[in-house]
Structures are given as structure tokens and as C-alpha cells.
């Protein structure tokens, strides 16, 4: 029988559907629902003309005003992949992945063409970089997409923001330019589960903002999840405990109990002021 969208959604969200079954799995939605994070890279190099290509397929996406308030950083040498992957020790496919990008917001650029033009620029603070880091985070968003539809693989690395001094001194990052987050690239070696999600019902509302079956939903999809991807270690247990059925909302709810990336945010409000 021929797979379907509404298989692919399935695997997906881990529930039954006929959304998309009389549709096979072709095309950018079957490539989107099918989706997977890879941490394995084969033996195998990525041209360099096509990487300029999906470079210029990233920047063609929409930004903020025409502002075009970003900057990727393509790590090329062995050495600086090596360091990166140092200063974050739990990810060790950093160093061996082909191709290492860093996606950055630049706020500097639009204040020098301010500067060479005579005039100021007057943004407001959080927003002129909450703009960047959105229009970063799009491109690479673009990038991902293009990517696979060559046959790629990636793996987004948000942890280049834990030490930001070190890492932006690797990449020569001037004032204004900020690490949002690395990606990984290259051909695949095997074949990951599908992360289960949760189903569009709790993150897509119509016309407003309704959270009245949070509870039911959230257990719900601690039990589908725990079925599909289950958490092996328990985190922070001499803290919280450890529990018999242990889902999610358990585990990420702990994961975010503690501060995080203080240096990043000292590290952005050394140029934005906010």
C-alpha cells in the first residue's frame, strides 16, 4: 500500500487521522512531516557549489523590513569545528559533521550603513534585537528546508549560545553579532525515530488563545510519547524524585527549573542595552 500524509502525520503525532490520506507522501509537506534531527554523518562531502546555492536559497526568504539583520558563519576548518565542539562537550557529531554553520544575528551592519549614510539609527532595544535573532532564525529555518530537499541532513545546535564569549571570539564576531544557533550538515548514515510532537489542537488556535484542556492534553501526550520516544534517564532526581511513569511535562518541566545561558544574556546586553 502506498504511504500516505496521514501516515506520515500519525508517526508524527502519534494519533489516527484521514487528514492527507487520499495524498502520498511526496512533496515539501511529506518532507516536513517526515523530518528527523541526525547525529550520524556519512563518509561522504558536500559539493561546495551546492553549498553556495543553499546559501542563496536561505537568503531568499523574508526578513524584517528588508533589513536582512543576520549573518552565517560557515566553520570550515577542522581546527574550529574541533574547539566548538570542545566547548560543548555532549555533542561530539559537531566535530565529525562535513559542514558546520552558525547562524547569527547581526545588529551591527544596518548601524554602520547609518553611520555611512549620516544618520541614526533609534530602534528601541529589545526590539532591535529580538529583529536580528528572528530573521536568523528564519534563514536557517529556509536552510533546513533546502537542504534536505537535496538529500541532506541536519542537526540545529542551540547550545553555541551557553559559551558565546568563547565561541564568538573563535568566529572573530564583532559588537552587535550574536551566535542564535549552529547546524550541522551532511549526508545521512542512518536513519532516526521520528520525534513525536505535540498535535497541532494545543499549538494552533483559532481566533483565540484556548488552554482549557491543558491538563488532558498534556497527559495524553506524556502517554503517546512515552510509548513512541521514551526517556530513558530521569533528570535532576535527587531534587524532584524519581517516578515510575516518568513522561515530558515531567522531564522538561525540569530541564527549565534552573537558570540557563546567564552569560548569553550578559553577553547580548553589552551591545543592546536592554
Known amino acids: 500500500m502506498t504511504e500516505t500524509l496521514a501516515d506520515l502525520y500519525e ?8 487528514l492527507g490520506r487520499d495524498r502520498p507522501a511526496e512533496g515539501e509537506i511529506a518532507r516536513q512531516l517526515s523530518h528527523r534531527s541526525h547525529r550520524r554523518w556519512a563518509d561522504k562531502v558536500v559539493d ?24 552565517i558563519l560557515h566553520v570550515t576548518e577542522q581546527a574550529n569545528k574541533d574547539r566548538v565542539a570542545e566547548l560543548v562537550p555532549s555533542m561530539p557529531w559537531i566535530a565529525s559533521a562535513p559542514e558546520l554553520l ?19 539609527f533609534a530602534h528601541e532595544a529589545l526590539d532591535s534585537f529580538f529583529n536580528p535573532t528572528v530573521d536568523a532564525a528564519l534563514a536557517l529555518s ?6 534536505e530537499s537535496e538529500g541532506l541532513v541536519t542537526c540545529p545546535i ?9 565561541i564568538s571570539a573563535i568566529l572573530g564576531l564583532p559588537d552587535g553579532v550574536f551566535p542564535v544557533a549552529g547546524l550541522c550538515v551532511g549526508y545521512p548514515d542512518w536513519e532516526p525515530w521520528v520525534s513525536l510532537r505535540l498535535p497541532p489542537r494545543v499549538i494552533v488556535h483559532k481566533d483565540r488563545y484556548d488552554d482549557s484542556n491543558f491538563e488532558q492534553e498534556i497527559d495524553g501526550y506524556d502517554v503517546r510519547r512515552a510509548a513512541q520516544n521514551p526517556i530513558r534517564r530521569q533528570r535532576e532526581v535527587e531534587k524532584y524524585g524519581e517516578k515510575d511513569v516518568y513522561g515530558w511535562s515531567d522531564d522538561k518541566s525540569r530541564q527549565v527549573s534552573h537558570l540557563e ?14
Not at 11 to 18: D, H, I, L, P, Y
Not at 142 to 147: D, G, S
Open 11 to 18: 508517526a508524527r503525532f502519534g494519533e489516527t487521522t484521514e
Open 48 to 71: 561546495d557549489e551546492l553549498m553556495q546555492l543553499l546559501f542563496a536559497a536561505a537568503l531568499s526568504i523574508p526578513t524584517k523590513s528588508d533589513l536582512m539583520q543576520y549573518a
Open 102 to 120: 552558525i547562524f547569527c544575528g547581526d545588529g551591527r551592519r544596518i548601524r554602520k550603513v547609518c553611520e555611512l549614510r549620516g544618520t541614526e
Open 142 to 147: 529556509a536552510f533546513i528546508r533546502a537542504a
Open 158 to 166: 542551540s547550545a553555541v549560545r551557553e559559551p558565546v564569549e568563547e
Open 261 to 274: 545561558r546567564s552569560d548569553f544574556v550578559n553577553f547580548v546586553k553589552q551591545y543592546f542595552e536592554f
